[in-house]
């Protein structure tokens, strides 16, 4: 029932969007592409042909500025839907978006570019012949890392200030292992932002926080860190995680 309840409203959904196209609405170009794209749709095949429908109402709304085409965009040449992959055209459009203040865009060029940054050679490599061998100790090409990355970064923390809970999640695990241009291990800042990320419902988070907390009330033997730990793996079973069973085990433990 509930199955076919969604296909409902998705079909009620694509009529309503493509008139709306059919009446020159740019806004419904990029929410009718949007659920083109949807790969779990039953009532729209997601063959080539209709990716290429979807690629080209998105494009005709990112000429006409709508700022939510961008992030799709982005990943239609990233992952190669409807068009050819093309990583620059990817951080493109990642970053246009991510300047007219989307979220999920930053958050989408800032893990794009974390990957760039930590596989450079596949991304050197890209349109070049397979025998030409990047050097990666060049100073360009180091002082290019080193730029991708504090970008990357920067991009993290905006979409996190907007309120992007991944992004959140994300730079608690920077801070806490000194990853992808974060200086030094800084467990107190990991465990604010896992901390922010638990408190907006995020069960991962919750539980990477716990373990923070139960790893400094066994350092420091403080009954008040052992209790704060008891109550985030609390949460974390609530919520639902990857680390269902150690959460469990660690509330009755």
């Given amino acids: 029932m509930l199955e076919l309840l969604n296909s409902c409203c998705f079909i009620h959904l694509l009529h309503s969007y493509s008139v709306a196209e059919q009446h020159g609405c740019c ?11 949807r790969p779990s749709s039953d009532a729209v095949s997601n063959s ?3 990716q290429q429908k979807a690629f080209d109402l998105l494009a005709s709304a990112a000429l006409n500025g709508i700022t939510q085409s961008f ?14 992959k093309d990583l620059d055209e990817a951080v493109h459009y990642y970053r246009k978006g991510a300047k007219a203040g989307d979220s999920m865009s930053m958050f989408r060029l800032a893990k794009l570019l974390l990957d760039i940054a930590d596989n450079p050679r596949a991304s050197l490599s890209e349109g070049t012949d397979a025998d030409d061998n990047p050097d990666l100790s060049s100073p360009f090409i180091t002082d290019t890392i080193s730029a991708t990355t504090a970008e990357a970064v920067q991009w993290m923390r905006s979409a996190s200030a907007l309120g992007h809970v991944d992004a959140t999640v994300e730079l608690g695990k920077m801070y806490e292992c000194a990853q992808s241009g974060v200086p030094a291990e800084d467990s107190h800042t990991a465990l604010t932002y896992y901390q922010a990320a638990a408190d907006a419902g995020h069960g991962e988070a919750a539980f990477f926080a716990a373990n923070i907390l139960y790893s400094q009330a066994s350092q420091f033997a403080k009954l008040e860190l052992m209790l704060r730990a008891a109550d985030l793996y609390r949460r974390a079973a609530e919520l639902g995680t990857n680390h269902m069973y150690e959460s469990t085990y660690w509330v009755y433990v």
């Fill in 27 to 37: 806004r419904a170009k990029c929410l009718l592409a949007s659920l083109y794209l």
């Fill in 48 to 50: 080539s042909k209709v």
């Fill in 71 to 84: 992030c799709l965009m982005g990943e239609c040449y990233l992952l190669g839907r409807g068009t050819s």
